[in-house]
């Protein structure tokens, strides 16, 4: 049986937007209270908030850019002051800024690293110092497996550190703690792009469909109500991480 939620309360990391924002109704449609991360969309975050106190929960905006360190360190701390205890910790927020294998640079890879990979490690080494820390999840790319993307050399190489990392924390964490993962496929376009950005690669897929973010938020609600497992990766992807099998 799987164990609930209602009650607990999470942090979901660049929750005003996108698929942060379904992860964040989906876990309080699942009783859980939520803290909502953002970097600058402060109008979004707050507008959620009020959204998610509608559906019965605790809700709360925290500001912070993962991209700097002070800012890393002192967010589950700043998160627990205005919420109290969190249970579950959703590393979500990501940079997605182009860099290809000729040109990218030192810069672009620390970048990306710092964002998207030092920081949700950083915030789960924080978590886990709090005796009513459970869950991590973290936020990867189905790429990780499936394929580079070399458009965004940087970010891919990334994520593919944040896989690593999600291991090395699912055995260093347990027994009190499970740390696993959630790599989504074609969800969304990029920000600011339309959905035919994406529409044309679905036949590549073998479900040949584009996602939809609930369909993240369920394998996210299945890992932090699950009691025995950890150090997994599920993807999400409509089969794109097997597609050279097939």
Excluded: C
Aim: aromatic share 6%; proline share 5%.
């Amino acid at each position: 049986m799987a164990a609930s939620i209602e009650g607990k309360t999470a942090l979901v990391t660049g929750g005003a937007k996108r698929i942060g924002r379904e992860l964040a109704l989906a876990l309080a449609r699942a009783g859980a209270n939520v803290i909502v991360h953002y970097r600058s969309s402060s109008a979004e975050a707050e507008a959620l908030v009020g959204e998610l106190e509608t559906l019965g929960v605790g809700a709360w905006a925290v500001q912070a850019d993962l991209s700097d360190q002070p800012q890393v360190e002192t967010l589950i701390a700043r998160a627990a002051d205005l919420a109290g205890p969190i249970h579950i910790l959703i590393n979500n927020a990501s940079a997605f800024p182009a860099s290809d294998f000729e040109t990218v640079t030192l810069d672009d890879v620390l970048s990306s690293v710092t964002t998207d990979a030092w920081a949700p490690f950083a915030l789960g080494r924080s978590f886990a110092a709090q005796p009513q820390a459970r869950h991590i999840v973290n936020m990867l790319d189905t790429r990780i497996v499936g394929g580079y993307d070399w458009n965004h050399f940087a970010y891919n190489a990334a994520k593919h550190m944040l896989g690593l990392l999600t291991t090395m924390m699912a055995i260093k964490l347990a027994p009190r703690i499970a740390v696993n993962a959630v790599a989504p496929g074609l969800i969304l376009p990029p920000e600011g792009k339309p959905i035919s950005y994406i529409e044309g690669l679905k036949d590549g897929l073998p479900l040949r469909r584009i996602g939809d973010p609930s369909f993240v938020a369920d394998a996210v609600l299945y890992l932090v109500t699950s009691e025995f497992v950890t150090g997994q990766v599920i993807f999400v992807d409509g089969g794109r991480h097997i597609r050279d099998h097939t």
